[in-house]
């Protein structure tokens, strides 16, 4: 890949996956048999320099963790890091300056060290674009402004250009993602709303399933050659040429469809 990159060593295009703590990738042979989840990011470190920390949306992330979780990984290997849920599914009116306080302390060693590349706010479908959620999501920002900050909407509502303006204006990336076409599903746009960061995540097409409630159903998905190239081709490279860096990974984690998929595009980027 060519190095645009004025900063730093930051590679201008890395490619991982949501998550990489999953017991089934033994059994689909990404891991070697017995490979416990201790071991698990070293392996992983082998074949991808980013992954997405999803526990973090689980609960609230600890500095004690995760600088022990940065001390394991080479040098040149990042992360993103996913919003915990009560900022962003099961907010507490009052409580939640508080938990971006704690979340903001938690996250620290990461953004001390140069390896945080992304915070994911991943925000539900259910959050809808009205004047109570903006002022939400308007003073959620504030909070967290100075962290490197990517929004994933999931509902169509926000697809208006006020929302990429007021992005652009925060220097906040809008995550672009690979989606089934459902109605009232945030479609995927390929909108590059900062000059630092563009984010694409890969969480399948398998509409049958997206709305059953069950993960393994939403994200089992296998995307094939063709469908990538779309995205190796043309929508990445334009991307590209618009941000300094980007993160994109694949959430497709079934059946270790994800790594695969991953492999894959790498190689179709490989050389460019």
């Known amino acids: 890949m060519a190095t645009k990159t004025s900063n730093t060593n930051i590679p201008p295009i890395l490619i ?16 070697p048999p017995g490979t416990g989840s201790a071991r698990m990011l070293e392996h992983y470190t082998r074949f991808f320099s980013v992954t997405e920390i999803n526990y ?17 990984v080479p040098e040149g290997f990042y992360f993103a890091a996913k919003l915990t849920r009560t900022l962003t599914h099961e907010v507490d009116p009052d409580g939640w300056p ?9 996250i620290a060693p990461l953004m001390q060290s140069g390896q945080l590349l992304a915070v994911l706010v991943q925000l539900p479908p259910f ?50 993602v690979d989606v089934p076409d459902l109605p009232d599903l945030f479609p995927p746009l390929c909108r590059v709303t900062s ?8 969480h399948g097409r398998n509409a049958g399933g997206w709305r059953s409630g069950k993960m393994q159903k939403q994200f089992d998905y296998d995307y094939s050659e063709a469908e990538l190239a779309g995205w190796s081709r043309q929508h990445i490279p334009e991307m590209a040429q618009k941000a ?15 790594p695969r998929n991953a492999q894959m595009l790498m190689a179709q980027m490989a050389g460019w």
């Open 16 to 31: 991982g996956t949501s998550g990489y703590a999953y017991s089934e990738w033994v059994d689909a042979g990404f891991y």
């Open 56 to 72: 973090t949306w689980y609960q609230m992330p600890k500095a004690p963790a995760m600088d022990r979780m940065r001390r394991k």
């Open 98 to 106: 508080a938990q971006a306080a704690r979340y903001r302390e938690g």
């Open 127 to 176: 959050f809808r674009r009205n004047p109570q959620n903006r002022r939400y999501l308007a003073k959620l920002l504030d909070a967290l402004a100075g962290l490197p900050l990517a929004v994933e909407f999931r509902h169509v509502s926000w697809a208006t250009e006020r929302v990429f303006t007021g992005l652009k204006e925060r220097r906040v990336a809008l995550v672009c």
């Open 195 to 202: 000059p630092d960061l563009f984010y694409v995540r890969f």
């Open 244 to 258: 300094t860096t980007g993160i994109i990974f694949f959430n497709n984690h079934v059946r270790g469809q994800a």
